[in-house]
């Protein structure tokens, strides 16, 4: 028989990757998604099975964060063999406008699974979404013996819940890890995050729809990795014959102003010509630098990234280019056949 995993998070980018890595190696994938009054599961719906057929292999349960006793009961009825805890409230940027909300949704969120699990039935593998965001101003590269220093909102509550996960772990023996995940991208990041703002921003300058593309700090750099290798280490990391703390990166550094130029000359554009700055979009507190050091994951999951940053901004750009009609260079998905020529995502 399969194994079970909930999923919290599973409509946004990383969990929908999940959800079919777990469906391709036999899971019975159930998830967490908050009632509302437009349906947000765009990026799941073509795994989405009718739960009443009896081959069905994944099922979505109402939820929320801030509800204990929901998540409590959708734990206690599925009985999971492992919970991937990805929702949160996770935009960097607006944790300074709702830190509230943020530390409410993002911090206490994983203490209620936790205590859920404690009290339901502690032998459940969990693991939570840590973010390099908890580094913040720490000296790079950062690994897990670096110092947090947060700077923000949305890294304080992470950072509150990566310490609970290891109190957990400790005090009440519970198979409870951390996967400090840097940046990761996709053709289903949110819109509003920078990396998908660059590349769909450029089809709608070519599509004829927008003149330009206004951005907040060029000069921050981040590790950016591909979101379908990520989840994987998610996997292996509760695979791991004992739960830890291990940090997922490629080890490169690229500045937000060498996306938007790598972006624009893929497809034959001058960045000058289409970006503006705009101030509304500078942090309080900005984090300058980010790069990770996944030695300890390499080594003992045997995980290591294939997509390069090249690589990442050819294959966004290539599917924003497709999403609005237009023709696509191609060399990223002449990418993704070669380097996944048995990729277990079927969307994008």
């Known amino acids: 028989m399969g194994k079970k995993a909930l999923i919290t998070g599973i409509t946004g980018q990383d ?34 099975s009718d ?10 349960h109402y939820g929320d964060l801030a509800d204990c006793e929901q998540i409590s009961n959708i734990i206690y009825n599925e009985k999971p063999d492992e919970v991937y805890h990805l929702g949160a409230q996770s935009h960097v940027r607006v944790s300074f406008d709702t830190p509230e ?13 936790l205590e859920s699990i404690r009290k339901n039935n502690n032998v459940i593998k969990f693991y939570q979404a840590s973010s390099s965001e908890m580094f913040g101003a720490a000296n790079p590269p950062q690994d897990e013996n670096t110092e947090f220093i947060p700077r923000s909102p949305y890294a304080c509550a992470k950072l509150y819940a990566y310490w609970m996960v290891r109190n957990y772990r400790e005090g009440y023996n519970l198979f409870a890890s951390n996967g400090i995940l840097f940046n990761h991208e996709s053709p289903r990041r949110g819109e509003t995050f920078v990396t998908r703002k660059v590349t769909r921003g450029i089809a709608s300058i070519i599509a004829g729809k ?13 590790d950016w990795g591909f979101a379908p290798e990520y989840v994987e280490g998610m996997w292996r ?28 000359s893929y497809v034959g554009k001058d960045m000058e010509d289409y970006v503006k700055i705009d101030p509304k979009y500078f942090r309080p507190t900005e984090v300058e630098v980010l790069i990770g050091n996944s030695e300890k994951s390499q080594r003992e999951l045997g995980w290591k990234p294939q997509i390069t940053f090249s690589d990442l901004v ?23 056949q070669k380097k996944f020529p048995d990729k277990w995502w079927k969307g994008d």
Do not use: C, W
């Open 210 to 222: 927008q003149k330009y593309l206004y951005m907040g700090n060029l000069d921050a750099r981040r």
């Open 101 to 113: 909300y943020t530390g409410n949704v993002t911090g206490l969120g994983s203490t209620r699974i």
């Open 51 to 60: 739960p009443h057929d009896p081959q069905a292999k994944m099922f979505l």
């Open 314 to 336: 050819k294959i966004m750009v290539d599917a924003d280019m497709r999403e609005a009609g237009l023709e696509v260079v191609g060399e990223g998905d002449e990418i993704i």
């Open 237 to 264: 990391i509760l695979q791991h014959d004992k739960s830890d703390d291990f940090v997922i990166a490629t080890g490169e550094t690229h500045s937000v102003k060498e996306f938007l130029e790598k972006a624009f």
């Open 15 to 48: 969990g929908s990757y999940l959800a079919e890595l777990l469906l391709s190696k036999g899971y019975e994938v159930h998830g967490i998604v908050r009632r509302a009054s437009s349906f947000n599961t765009g990026r799941i719906d073509h795994i989405y």
